[in-house]
């Protein structure tokens, strides 16, 4: 009995030991847009095709900078975001809810209202935004 007492014991401390990944932390780092869709059955713009091309960039601050490129021209917004974990009633596919607040440039924010937007974590580890819900396009972003 004794000698199974210490291969379980070290098992157990290995397996209760594992590390716990803060879903917050999987958003900070650098997305780049990778697909601009349209709603009511529009086609997808990808790589050269699309009409702009989009950065995020989210600190572990809670700051964030976006810039978007259009035909040579940069323009760079920025301001605070916040995250909250997906519920488990609202979409198996989200795992992150992440908000927005500009504090410069909000002409950037893609979203329903202005001054803010807001982006999902996907399962499939891909950012993409809300701003499809009141017609506007449905970007797909993922991390550099």
Known sequence: MKRLFLPLLVFFAFVGCKEDVDPASTVIGQWKLISIGGGWGQSIQTG??????????FNRNG???????????????????????????SSADVKLYVQLEFTEGEELAGDCGPGSEHL????NNQLINTWG??????????KN
């Open 48 to 57: 050269s095709d699309m009409i702009y091309s989009q950065t995020y960039q």
């Open 63 to 89: 700051t964030f900078v976006k810039t978007q490129e259009t035909d040579g021209q940069s323009a760079e917004a920025s301001g605070t975001f916040t995250t909250e974990p997906g519920e488990i009633m």
């Open 120 to 123: 999902i974590l996907r399962n």
């Open 133 to 142: 819900m009141c017609d506007g396009p449905i970007l797909t972003y993922d």
